[in-house]
């Protein structure tokens, strides 16, 4: 189950067992340009080249943060124990006429392995159905993503088609996964 809490700055709050999603705060940047330029985490979220985040960068992204957006929400992940920054995750874009939202997630790594991620992503996922009143979610991964592949499983994501060696990655080509969850989906599991 779900639960929404307030901050005393009134901001929403989403958390779940393991993990909250919340507002970015300008002091995540270090730890975000540090997670984010692992060489192991890099190679799972861009598909470009992985040139590295400058703080500059960083900065110039977080100053453009627009709560009142229709197309894009970004969250910080942050553990419920702890309270520590983990990774972010989001709605990186909304098609409101066919009710369809694209999804991503990445976490840094000292927190692999540890359920962190298909718990934030069930609270995204809530969020996005519940709140939003959207019809499908819907994300891209790497082929060679294993371990973020069995996560959106346990969440309840499927398999819905593969674009073909579109990534070229440590020498090779590789397939991007279309996975995506539907709403009645997603309620027959909770």
């Known amino acids: 189950m779900c639960c929404y809490n307030y901050s005393s700055k009134f901001m929403n709050i ?103 991620g298909t718990d934030a992503m069930k609270v995204l996922v809530r969020f996005i159905f519940e709140e939003m009143n959207i019809n499908k979610i819907k994300l891209y991964v790497y082929s060679f993503n294993k371990r973020a592949i069995k996560s959106y499983e346990k969440v309840g994501f499927k398999k819905e088609g593969v674009l073909r060696e579109e990534i070229f990655r440590n020498g090779k080509y590789h397939d991007v996964y279309v996975m995506g969850i539907l709403k009645k989906e997603w309620q027959s599991k909770i």
């Open 14 to 116: 989403i958390y779940k067992f393991l993990v909250r999603l919340r507002a970015y705060k300008k002091e995540d940047i270090d730890i975000v340009l540090e997670y984010i330029n692992d060489p192991e985490v890099k190679k799972y979220l861009v598909p470009g080249i992985p040139f590295p985040f400058r703080k500059e960068d960083e900065e110039k992204w977080y100053q453009n943060l627009d709560p009142f957006s229709t197309k894009s929400y970004s969250f910080d992940i942050e553990t419920l124990e702890g309270k520590e920054y983990i990774g972010g995750c989001g709605i990186n874009d909304v098609d409101w006429k066919n009710s369809v939202a694209v999804v991503g997630i990445f976490l840094g790594k000292p927190h692999w392995n540890k359920g962190y």
